[in-house]
């Protein structure tokens, strides 16, 4: 499979002819030589690692210096895909620190794009300066896990009036702003079908429903690798936790 390029995702839409967008998460070295080898179409280097490989209650706990060695990590294992890198929070509070910071990222990681969450007025306009110094950007709005304590949880957005416009209005301004695609997370079904239509960008959803231009998953929710059920919107194709568990025990019983 010929690795994507911004030129290649930037007017990627879902229609009959097209399979949507996959994208899955992946923070270590074996697993992305495995991914490699395979066709997904990109990979996130997601702050997630800090829930799921760092056992951190939230995401606000991810330094960029541990998005950089992880980043770092799976860029070498998959060098043929293209790799999306997550700005940690606080890495991006003011514009001369995300620009500090997105240089840094990007450039000691080798990845081909960073991710942001957030549409905020300086966000915007730290879009706009890093797309113009070269560093491609995907925006990433709904449930913006690194703001939990101020959204106050994690639930489904764009429920009401307020939130569909809000929601809508932060994408068309990503848009403009020059990201090549949009995260969409824990957005109302309808409205992520909505905002997919007015974009000529690619959505990419997550607990969003189907009709976004691709879907991103956390891959230890996927193949079931941790204790905890995965999110209601994953449907898991494996229960790694219970299969790597008999192993070991089999293992222990010779
Ligand atoms: O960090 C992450 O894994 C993410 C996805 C859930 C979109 O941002």
């Given at each position: 499979m010929k690795k994507h390029t911004t030129r290649s995702l930037r007017h990627y839409k879902l229609n009959e002819k097209k399979k949507p967008l996959h994208m899955l998460t992946c923070y270590d070295f074996q697993t992305a030589q495995l991914?490699?080898?395979?066709?997904?179409?990109?990979?996130?280097?997601?702050d997630s690692l800090g829930n799921v490989i760092l056992g951190y209650d939230t995401t606000v706990e991810v330094s960029l210096e541990t998005m950089i060695l992880f980043s770092k990590a799976v860029k070498?294992?998959?060098s043929e895909k293209?790799?999306?890198?997550?700005?940690?929070?606080?890495?991006y509070s003011s514009i001369n620190k995300g620009l500090d910071s997105a240089v840094k990222l990007f450039?000691?990681?080798?990845?081909?794009?960073?991710?942001?969450?957030?549409?905020?007025?300086?966000?915007?306009?730290?879009i706009e300066r890093l797309t113009q110094i070269g560093i491609p950007v995907m925006g990433h709005i709904g449930l913006t896990p690194q703001s939990v304590h101020e959204l106050g949880g994690y639930y489904t957005h764009g429920k009401d009036e307020a939130s569909k416009n809000k929601l809508m209005t932060e994408a068309m301004n990503l848009e403009k702003a020059g990201c090549f695609a949009i995260v969409l997370e824990c957005v109302e079904e309808t409205?992520?079908?909505?905002?997919?239509?007015?974009?000529?960008?690619?959505?990419?959803?997550?607990?969003?429903?189907?009709?976004?231009?691709?879907?991103?998953?956390v891959i230890n929710d996927l193949l079931h690798i941790g204790k905890n059920d995965p999110p209601k919107f994953c449907q898991?194709?494996?229960?790694?936790?219970?299969?790597?568990?008999?192993?070991?025990?089999?293992?222990?019983k010779r």
């Open positions: 991914l490699n080898e395979t066709e997904l179409d990109m990979i996130l280097v997601g070498k294992g998959a293209f790799v999306v890198a997550d700005l940690p929070f606080g890495s450039q000691q990681s080798n990845v081909e794009a960073l991710k942001l969450e957030g549409a905020y007025p300086h966000e915007l306009k730290l409205l992520a079908t909505e905002i997919t239509k007015n974009l000529s960008i690619p959505t990419i959803g997550i607990g969003s429903g189907s009709k976004t231009d691709g879907q991103v998953l898991p194709i494996a229960n790694l936790y219970q299969e790597k568990r008999k192993l070991i025990e089999n293992y222990l």
